[in-house]
């Protein structure tokens, strides 16, 4: 069994964070074991409060498991500050974790902020550079790569840009497109006004592209925890020995299948089934 370490913050509603990547993990047949950065009081409606823990908490908890368990991968999702940021990398670098994958959680599906804005820099210089993968939305790449969110950019530039902060290989998710990114590369097979025919991923290692492709699903549009998820599976498959492409591939198909699954558990946006792939009638 191999071991995989999530470190994110809380939330309540069991859509996103901690919940969704320890659900992730089980389902995909690994060992999870997980760091709270924060605790979130959320729903499916939005974020209602937020408690960003101490860094001697976070770190404390680090060293706990990192003296004693021999983790085979691992995935930041909501980082919350700088110091939390900072504090993660230098864990990473003293322990030699290997398979990390970056997910540079900013902004909740609500809108609401999960990330303050001066961690940017630590992520670039601190995290990015020990990462396997990392794993930004459409939105999350244009800020890191120096673009207003509301500019269109395309794919390869995004891609190209984020690379130099010395991952591994750049993942830009598709899956919250805009409509002013209908134009792009990320959203090029759009049949409709609305919603593209396809979510693309684009993955890069610094020489070639490959997109992983899936029809896009209309009725799961606002989905709660997808990226969550997605990063926590791709950990699960590196630390299952998968190449990155293949891993993407995997976590690709796993997400798409809970997507298709995903129901409404509140008022507000669906949440995934990740239990899609178990062979009994009640969770399909
Ligand atoms: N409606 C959809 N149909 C098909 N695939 C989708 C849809 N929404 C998201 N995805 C896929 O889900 C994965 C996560 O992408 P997304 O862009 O939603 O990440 P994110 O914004 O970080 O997620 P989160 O909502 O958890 O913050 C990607 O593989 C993306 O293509
Ligand atoms: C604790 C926590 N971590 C991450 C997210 C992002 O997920 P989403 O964009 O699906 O709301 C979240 N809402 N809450």
């Known amino acids: 069994m191999q ?15 901690i919940q969704a990547d320890l659900k992730t993990m089980t389902v995909n047949q690994v060992y999870g074991a997980a760091i709270l950065t ?11 409060g937020v408690k ?6 976070v770190n404390s908890q680090l060293e706990s498991v990192l003296r004693d368990i021999d983790f085979a991968a691992l995935k930041t999702g909501m980082l919350a500050n700088a110091r939390i ?32 804005e001066n961690a940017l820099d630590i992520y670039k210089r601190e995290l990015f550079p020990q990462a396997e993968i ?33 991952s591994k290989y750049v993942l830009i998710k598709g899956g919250h497109f805009e409509q002013s990114d209908q ?35 209309e009725s799961a549009y606002n989905t709660h925890g997808t990226g969550c998820s997605l990063s926590a599976a791709i950990a699960s498959y590196l630390a299952r020995d998968y190449s990155v492409p293949a891993a ?30 178990l062979e009994y009638d009640k969770v399909k």
């Open 3 to 17: 071991k995989v370490l999530t470190i994110a913050g809380s939330d309540s509603g069991g859509g996103a964070g």
């Open 38 to 48: 924060a605790i979130t009081a959320q729903n499916t409606l939005g974020v209602q």
């Open 52 to 57: 960003v823990l101490a860094p001697e908490v």
């Open 85 to 116: 940021t900072a504090l993660v990398a230098d864990k990473v670098k003293k322990y030699n974790l290997k398979n990390l994958v970056v997910d540079p959680v900013m902004v909740a599906t609500s809108g609401d902020l999960l990330l303050k």
């Open 134 to 166: 990392i794993t930004p939305n459409l939105t999350e790449a244009k800020i890191l790569a120096g673009f207003e969110p509301t500019t269109v950019v395309p794919g390869e530039i995004l891609a190209e840009k984020l690379i130099n902060f010395g």
């Open 183 to 217: 134009s792009t590369e990320l959203a090029k097979n759009s049949t409709s006004k609305t919603f593209p025919a396809q979510a693309v991923d684009l993955l890069y290692d610094g020489c070639s592209i490959k997109r992983f492709t899936a029809p896009y699903l």
């Open 248 to 277: 993407v591939g995997a976590a690709k198909k796993f997400i798409t299948g809970a997507l298709k699954h995903s129901f409404k558990a509140g008022a507000g946006s669906r949440v995934l089934n990740h239990f899609w792939e």
